[in-house]
């Protein structure tokens, strides 16, 4: 007999849709959605007969709940029961964008989680309810965005979430061979069909999450295992079900098929009913099940194929990078490299000469041929074409830049799909790792404060002293290189407008970046000097407090660094919100100094900023703050709420990104 799953489907914005779905098979406590099924009337089927929880539109969110709540605790003595399900999904992103946001697998008290929030939240919860208790929610995020504020292993991994999006345990999306137990990576937005196992064992109190490609069977080794027991955690009644959520980068999130059982193993799905998933959606996929299908009397015809696919691989990256040098280049052409050069400078760009993962790309530590000079070279993957000649003319004007406080970019070299930038050598690498890393030595506070006044004369150079007004745009700890005297430079401008939506380390970069984003910035994407100075404050807190500007495993009131010094100010103890790494030989006046000067610098309203020859003014002690700055910073209202909705919104690139650098206003 057929049972009638009722299928509830969300679209932020849109309304509620209710969709009807026959179930395959009915089972005792347990059913099986095995996709072949008929639909009444609306909702999100693509045109093959898909069912897609969220399509490419933006910040939009996508759920699917079993209808009926089920009983997951024994009522006679109150713990959870076990459970086990299994469903195959697939995320489709579109050509040449970053995917995002991800789904999850959920346990929840009701189908209606309202106020929950799109983008990083999965549609899962808001800012304000993330991590609370009261949430009674466990799910397993399959999560394809790197967020710092709920740190994020990586943009592609599982995670067992217990009431919050910092996950409890989490690992890099794969699996474990059954052969030899080896790591196999899964990328999880590839649009290939994946198959996950969710098990929780009561008695054990033991949850298992598997994956695995779909066709090859459960691994025996679960990918994570977490000792919890969550009957406290959930009701006696709840549902089970998804959700998925796009962000300004989206996908579409396919669920297609699923099995569920209470207090045993869940159906297996019959995979060859599952709904034929292949065609425009991902081109690569018909290549491979192409290799895959032939026959064994086809071993032949097979190696013929497999070697002149590796032929054709090999070519096109061969041909990957192949210099490209345009008529409009010309002028510029004192500031090329030739790819032979870095090629050999960074032998071959090795491992070994790697310096680390920036914003936007890798950096290598290079020798240039002849000449030995140490150079940094940093290799950046782009397909956006316009972007690239206004960049490359200004590697010229940039390139004329001289200050000790800025990194010098050497040059550059162009390739169709890559952007190699050169840059003077920094030994130390960037002020991040000084500031978080447990491994690295602590800078003293004579240290931190002179790296803040080297960025007030970077920054008052850029926007005061040169020909033109140039802004920054993209100020923060990571881009402030240090040298081997620790003598600070700020790096990396201008980079952020070329290069959108392409490359997975950018939204590390871009997750790093939240919170020094102005309000004005926010709502209107116009970068001006004032914006940068607004970025500026959030820095310099960043250094005293050596905390990052947004933090949201913490409570809502201590998230955001500049609400929280303030909030210490009013209580008359601005100096509690000092780095508990910095000790005594701290000069408090100094701290106390920057941290008033950063929250005035963060001012809500633009008008309300100091210009950065101000700031360096008073960082100098040349000038003292206002007298009643007090006031003056307590005037803003609202402070905290431009900042979240700035957070809640702007998850993702695009915002900062579009306008000239060069502001010609002055
Ligand atoms: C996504 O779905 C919504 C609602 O069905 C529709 O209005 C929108 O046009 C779709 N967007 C894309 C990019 O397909
Ligand atoms: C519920 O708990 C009682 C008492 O421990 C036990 O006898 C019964 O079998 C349990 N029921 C289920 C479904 O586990
Ligand atoms: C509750 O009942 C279950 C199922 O019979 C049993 O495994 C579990 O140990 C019991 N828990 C308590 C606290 O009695
Ligand atoms: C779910 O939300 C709708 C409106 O958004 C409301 O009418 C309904 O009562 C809610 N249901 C539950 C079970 O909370
Ligand atoms: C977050 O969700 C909770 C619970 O649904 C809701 O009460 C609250 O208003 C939401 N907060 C925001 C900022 O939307
Ligand atoms: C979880 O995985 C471990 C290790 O493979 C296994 O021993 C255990 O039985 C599994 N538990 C469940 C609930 O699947």
């Not at 490609?213 to 406290?232: A, F, M, Q, R, V």
């Not at 090329?336 to 960074?346: N, V, W």
């Not at 150079?375 to 590697?395: L, P, W």
């Not at 404060?449 to 002293?465: G, N, P, R, S, W």
Request: with cysteine; charged share 20%; glycine share 8%.
């Amino acid at each position: 007999m057929n049972r009638i799953l009722e299928t509830m489907f969300y679209k932020c914005h849109v309304g509620i849709f209710l969709l009807m779905i026959k179930v395959a098979a009915s089972i005792e406590n347990g059913f099986v959605f095995n996709g072949n099924f008929d639909l009444g009337g609306v909702a999100e089927l693509s045109q093959k007969g898909l069912f897609r929880l969220t399509n490419s539109s933006t910040f939009g969110i996508g759920r699917a709940f079993f209808s009926q709540p089920l009983s997951f605790k024994n009522s006679s003595n109150g713990t959870s029961v076990s459970f086990s399900t299994t469903f195959v999904f697939a995320f489709v992103v579109d050509q040449g964008r970053l995917p995002g946001h991800g789904m999850a697998f959920m346990i929840a008290p009701s189908k209606n989680l309202t106020g929950a929030s799109s983008a990083q939240h999965l549609g899962l919860f808001n800012l304000t309810n993330n991590g609370d208790p009261s949430n009674h929610v466990v799910a397993i995020e399959l999560d394809t965005f790197q967020n710092q504020e709920f740190n994020d292993i990586n943009g592609n991994h599982v995670g067992i979430d217990v009431n919050s999006l910092e996950s409890v345990k989490s690992a890099p999306a794969g699996y474990f061979d059954n052969e030899n137990r080896e790591f196999k990576n899964l990328v999880l937005s590839s649009g290939e069909p994946m198959q996950a196992w969710v098990e929780y064992d009561a008695p054990e109190t033991q949850l298992n999450v598997t994956l695995a490609p779909i066709h090859t069977g459960k691994p025996d080794l679960p990918l994570l295992s977490l000792n919890i027991d969550i009957s406290p955690i959930i009701l006696e009644q709840m549902y089970v079900g998804f959700s998925s959520s796009t962000g300004q980068l989206v996908q579409s999130h396919y669920v297609l098929g699923w099995s569920f059982r209470l207090d045993g193993k869940a159906p297996e799905l019959d995979l060859s009913q599952l709904p034929s998933f292949s065609g425009e959606e991902q081109p690569q996929r018909k290549e491979r099940e192409l290799v895959v299908g032939l026959s064994a009397t086809g071993v032949v015809l097979l190696i013929i194929v497999t070697i002149s696919i590796s032929i054709i691989l090999w070519r096109r990256k061969k041909a990957q990078f192949t210099e490209i040098l345009e008529d409009w280049e010309v002028q510029y052409r004192s500031h090329r490299f030739s790819y032979k050069d870095l090629f050999e400078a960074t032998k071959g760009f090795c491992e070994t000469e790697l310096l680390g993962k920036g914003g936007f790309g890798k950096v290598y530590r290079g020798v240039l041929p002849g000449s030995n000079v140490q150079v940094g070279v940093k290799r950046i993957s782009h397909n956006s074409k316009q972007g690239m000649k206004e960049f490359v003319a200004e590697i010229g004007t940039i390139g004329q830049l001289r200050h000790p406080n800025l990194v010098r970019v050497l040059g550059y070299c162009r390739g169709k799909e890559e952007l190699i930038l050169v840059y003077d050598y920094m030994p130390n690498g960037s002020l991040d790792k000084f500031l978080y890393n447990k491994t690295e030595f602590i800078l003293n506070w004579n240290q931190r404060f002179k790296i803040i006044k080297d960025v007030a004369l970077a920054l008052t150079y850029l926007h005061e002293e040169w020909a033109e007004v140039i802004i920054h745009r993209d100020i923060k700890a990571s881009n402030v290189l240090l040298d081997a005297e620790l003598n600070a430079k700020l790096g990396d401008f201008g980079l952020a407008r070329c290069i959108k939506h392409e490359q997975d380390i950018q939204t590390t970069h871009v997750a790093g970046t939240l919170g020094y984003i102005a309000p004005e910035l926010a709502r209107s994407g116009k970068p001006t000097p004032s914006t940068d100075v607004y970025a500026f404050g959030a820095f310099c807190l960043e250094v005293a407090c050596g905390r990052r500007p947004v933090e949201p495993k913490t409570s809502a009131k201590e998230m955001i660094l500049v609400d929280w010094v303030y909030s210490f100010w009013m209580e008359g103890k601005i100096l509690s919100a000092t780095d508990p790494k910095l000790n005594e030989e701290c000069k408090a006046e100094e701290v106390e100094l920057v941290l008033k000067l950063g929250l005035l610098c963060s001012h809500s309203v633009a008008e309300g900023r100091p210009k950065m020859s101000q700031v360096l003014m008073y960082l100098k002690g040349q000038a003292l703050l206002p007298e009643n700055l007090n006031a003056h910073v307590k005037a803003q209202e609202g402070r905290g709420e431009s900042e979240n909705h700035a957070i809640l919104c702007y998850s993702t690139p695009s915002l900062t990104i579009t306008h000239s650098l060069m502001y010609t206003g002055r």
